[in-house]
């Protein structure tokens, strides 16, 4: 059974950092392109970070471009979200999906592309 969970999340004040973690118990790990999302109270899920199969493609959303970083280690079957300068509207659950790609070079940045998602895990930036 494939299994995304997410860890990492917690109380930080603003301008402090958080990273965060997605463990995928997927035995093509490589195969597929990862995406972190978020979703506040009373908002859609939004788009934060993506990466491609082989690591080599990122994409972030503005909000999240030149703070935050997203990374994967293959061999542990792990993506991570290194998250910096964060700020209060940062605050959201945040959560890591995963979505089979024909080449290792694609990356998705739609919520709807991703069939397999973890659970989520609240951040909360504290003004």
């Known amino acids: 059974q494939v299994q995304l969970v997410e860890s990492g999340g917690g109380l930080v004040q603003a301008g402090g950092s958080l990273r965060l973690s997605c463990a995928a118990s997927?035995?093509?790990?490589?195969?597929?392109?990862m995406g972190w999302f978020r979703q506040a109270p009373g908002k859609e899920r939004e788009f934060v970070a993506t990466i491609s199969g082989y690591g080599g493609v990122t994409f972030y959303a503005e909000s999240a471009n030149g703070r935050f970083t997203i990374s994967r280690d293959n061999a542990k079957n792990t993506v991570d979200l290194q998250m910096n300068s964060l700020k209060p509207e940062d605050t959201a659950v945040y959560y890591c999906?995963?979505?089979?790609?024909?080449?290792?070079?694609?990356?998705?940045?739609?919520?709807?592309?991703?069939?397999?998602w973890g659970q989520g895990t609240q951040v909360t930036v504290s003004s």
């Open positions: 999906a995963a979505r089979q790609a024909l080449y290792g070079s694609w990356t998705f940045s739609r919520s709807d592309d991703y069939a397999l």
């Open positions: 997927i035995r093509t790990f490589r195969n597929y392109a």
